[in-house]
């Protein structure tokens, strides 16, 4: 009921849905950058879609299987291989005791995803299993894993079959997507040609990317009145600009609070995009309205419930 | 002074911050976090999360259980309600502090800039009432005022890269206690040997928005008798309930 670490990658972390109701203390949700391709793995094995299972970062690691289970690998476009023969991505197989998964490098997109059967069973962390990082919280001990970890399993639930997601529902993570975003909470404290810049330019991720804020550069957005503003609440996806005029977007592991001008924020359900754009790679920032946004999450959610065929 | 009606601040498809006011003053604290109580309290359906902060309160929902315009008309309703007394009695939280040497590594420093003695600075210090606006940034540090305006002080000009989990520190007319090793700003004047986050406990945070702090001057012996309870997971802090 367990997998062995044999590598562990770069950096590769236990995650589940995320802990929710514990902002106001200051401990973020963590969970899955890119939380559809994890429910999605989850799906595919037959798992609740918040059991708990892997987030990869550009390179996978490789695992021994201590029994029989289903998996299935989301996310990155990364070489994924049992025992050496290459297996297929979004979509589940067995993987039988003693064989050895390996997910690779990502050659596209940066986070993939491994759902296992019955998810890991690492210990409840104030209802979650999700790491995170800065707070030692969750996971293996609050840390990455690391080699020769010994990731417990839960016992299997659901109905295990083959199952993959539809052709035309994977998503391609290569050239400059274009990502919609909200203005405010403070997009009065930027000039026209800020706001501007903001949605004409495009904007390079940078290598300094993490789970806690994902950075860009690009032309420069400028404020009206300096950069500071009496600290509140950080929302998830929010586009804090400081002195630089440049724009970083606050993800899963963020800071709940600060004190720089946030001009807008991206839409929940682009912040997955997000997390898969390459340091290097460009993106967009479209401007759309809280109304075409709350149409596109309704869409998107009904599209995310069909994905698998 | 409060707005005359809220700002209601659009932070994605999922969030509004309802923002009060646009200054740092303990009656708008108060109204926020009993905007807060009032949530928690009528259980309003599609508001998933609050986080409370100086001066606005960011409020998370479910689009798919309550549209914009009804979450909108429901909090202008609630902010109409939200006054301070709604509250439940706050908490007093008495927080053990050595202050000088090397746990308030800048005491000194940080008397001498306010033209004051060391024993005079612990005593203004430790004399004060504190009030936790909001807990946040990093997990379980509290942001404070409190102080007697003769502590108020300009932050660092150069800012620590890391300052030990537990300092106390000042800066401006703020106070605050760093809940995890971290960069800072602020004039470290002593160290608490108490944790304000300790991810292995099962309620990992001392503090919480709306408590008061008392801190208690320790020498150096108390503190490392505490520290040792502490590590033993037998310290309880004192905290009282008062209006």
Known sequence: MSVRVIDAGPLTTVQDLGRAGHLRV??????????????????????????????????????EF????????????????LDGAEMPRWASFPVRAGGVLKIGAARAGVRAYLAISGGLATPLVLGSRATYLRGALGGIA??????????????????????????????????????????????????PAGIAALFEGSYEMLPQSDRMGARFRGPRIEHTRGHDIISDGIPLGGIQVIGDGQPIVLLVDRQTAGGYTKIGTVCSYE??????????????????????????????????????? | MSYPEPRLLPCGDLAVSVELADEIDREVNARVLALEYLIQQKGIAGITETLPTYRSLL???????????????TLRALVAEARPEVLPPARTVEVPCGYGGELGFELEAAAGKLGLAPEEMVRLH????????????????????????????????????????????IGGVQCCIYSVESPGGFWVLGRTPVRLYDPAAADPILLRAGDRVRFRPVARAEYDAIAAEVAAGQFRPRVTEAR
């Not at chain 1, 035309?168 to 909200?182: D, F, L, Q, S």
Request: proline content about 9%.
């Open chain 1, 26 to 63: 200051g401990i973020p949700p963590s969970g899955p950058v890119d939380k559809d391709a994890f429910v999605l793995a989850n799906r595919l094995v037959g798992n609740p879609e918040g059991a708990a299972g892997l987030e990869c970062t550009l390179t996978g690691p490789r695992l």
């Open chain 2, 126 to 169: 430790a004399g004060a009432d504190y009030h936790v606006y909001f807990v946040g940034f990093t997990p379980g540090l509290p942001y404070m005022t409190g102080m007697p305006e003769r502590l108020n002080i300009p932050r660092l000009e150069n800012p620590r890269t890391k300052t030990p989990a537990g300092s106390v520190a």
């Open chain 1, 271 to 309: 912040v997955g995009r997000i997390g898969q754009v390459k340091p290097g790679q460009r993106l967009r920032f479209k401007h759309v309205d809280v109304a075409e946004a709350h149409a596109v999450l309704a869409a998107r959610r009904a599209a995310l419930s069909s994905a698998i065929a």
């Open chain 1, 66 to 81: 201590g029994d029989a289970r289903w998996v299935a690998v989301t996310g990155a476009e990364t070489p994924v291989t």
């Open chain 2, 59 to 73: 409020v998370y929902y479910d689009p798919a259980v309550i549209g914009a315009d009804e979450l909108h008309a």
């Open chain 1, 142 to 191: 609050g840390r990455a894993i690391r080699r020769d970890d010994v990731l417990p399993l839960g016992a299997p639930t659901g109905h295990a079959v083959e199952r993959r997601v539809r052709t035309e529902r994977i998503p391609a993570y290569g050239g400059e997507p274009e990502v919609a975003t909200i203005l405010g909470p403070q997009a009065d404290r930027f000039t």
